[in-house]
């Protein structure tokens, strides 16, 4: 009985280590789109003010993520929430790099 006892718990630490894993990915991310703005933002590509709100965008899936992580589990549907709320955020990155509007 033991033995079943010791393979329940390490399943539960097996599933739970993939549970808290995956906010890495979001970490991941989030750096290369913090790195697309800083880029963004010294070629000239992004207005001081296009800048800002990006990196304001950011810092609220940020704090989605810190909401998230919080009860020590990270379920499919804030995952969900997360990787949308970042696809718009690449995409206005996107849009914001490529909209003909200069430093000046």
């Known amino acids: 009985m033991s033995r079943m006892t010791c393979m329940g718990a390490l399943l539960l630490m097996?599933?739970?280590?993939?549970?808290?894993?995956?906010?890495?990915?979001v970490d991941h991310r989030q750096a290369r789109q913090d790195a697309r703005i800083d880029q963004g933002v010294a070629s000239g590509e992004l207005t001081a003010r296009e800048a800002a709100r990006l990196?304001?965008?950011?810092?609220?899936?940020?704090?989605?993520?810190?909401?998230?992580?919080a009860d020590g589990v990270v379920t499919r549907r804030e995952r969900v929430v997360l990787e949308v709320k970042q696809d718009r955020a690449s995409?206005?990155?996107a849009?914001?790099?490529h909209d003909r509007q200069d430093r000046r």
């Not at 990196?55 to 940020?62: V, Y």
């Open 55 to 69: 990196e304001a965008r950011e810092g609220h899936i940020d704090r989605v993520e810190a909401r998230s992580e």
């Open 95 to 97: 849009r914001q790099k």
């Open 91 to 93: 995409r206005a990155i």
């Open 14 to 25: 097996a599933a739970s280590s993939i549970a808290v894993a995956d906010p890495a990915r």
